[in-house]
């Protein structure tokens, strides 16, 4: 398999979380050896880098940055369906009402 470069970093890693990609890149040369990229799912055209000192902080910021798609994913989904109209999961109560 061919190396994916991008800016002078090895693509070592990717994580996809829906239609997003998260990338950590790796340069022996740069001054901050470490980056996480995000990009489309399936495109080369990374952007909002978050450059790192060291390989155990960009995979912690490559989990963080994938948590917070999913929890972007989440809220933009509807509400699953539990058979309740809305009110009736508010006003639940243990007893009768009165």
């Known amino acids: 398999m061919e190396k994916e470069i991008n800016a002078g970093y090895?693509?070592?890693?990717?994580?996809?979380?829906?239609?997003?990609?998260?990338?950590?890149?790796?340069s022996e040369k740069a001054h901050t050896q470490f980056v996480t990229?995000?990009?489309?799912?399936g495109e080369k055209d990374y952007f909002w880098g978050h450059y790192l000192g060291d390989r155990l902080a960009a995979v912690e910021?490559?989990?963080?940055?994938?948590?917070?798609?999913i929890e972007n994913l989440r809220?933009?989904?509807?509400?699953?369906?539990t058979g309740e109209k809305p009110e009736q999961q508010i006003k639940k109560r243990s007893g009768p009402e009165r």
């Open 10 to 26: 090895v693509i070592t890693d990717r994580l996809a979380v829906g239609n997003a990609e998260f990338v950590i890149g790796h």
């Open 37 to 41: 990229w995000k990009c489309r799912k």
């Open 61 to 69: 910021d490559l989990c963080k940055r994938a948590l917070e798609e």
């Open 75 to 81: 809220s933009l989904q509807p509400q699953r369906e």
